[in-house]
Nanobody, 118 residues
Framework: QVQLVESGGGLVQAGGSLRLSCAVS????????MGWYRQAPGKQRELVAG???????NYADSVKGRFTISRDNAKNTVYLQMNSLKPEDTAVYYC????????????WGQGTQVTVSS
């Protein structure tokens, strides 16, 4: 059974930083592509950042230059470093895993709330 557990969310002032973590169990982590999504109230869930098993990354235009996704295969953990946070970054952030056999994000965490005050 694959489990993803996020941590690190919270309340921060605009301009501040947070680091989200997602610990993965029950799968061969190093073979998974990993992603961070977010969903704000009344909006669709959107991909914020992704990282392949080989370490290639991609970002939503709205977070380029401010957010960094990384992974530690020894710890089965993916991170999202968020700097220069803005009120519009307020959302529930979800970690997702895409196994090599799937090509899609099929495993999800429970989400962690990030609130940025102005």
């Amino acid at each position: 059974q694959v489990q993803l557990v996020e941590s690190g969310g919270g309340l921060v002032q605009a301009g501040g930083s947070l680091r989200l973590s997602c610990a993965v169990s029950g799968s061969i982590f190093s073979r998974n592509a990993m992603g961070w999504y977010r969903q704000a109230p009344g909006k669709q869930r959107e991909l914020v950042a992704g990282i392949t098993s080989g370490g290639s990354t991609n970002y939503a235009d709205s977070v380029k230059g401010r957010f960094t996704i990384s992974r530690d295969n020894a710890k089965n953990t993916v991170y999202l470093q968020m700097n220069s946070l803005k009120p519009e970054d307020t959302a529930v952030y979800y970690c997702a895993a895409s196994p090599a056999y799937s090509g899609e994000y099929i495993y999800w965490g429970q989400g962690t709330q990030v609130t940025v005050s102005s």
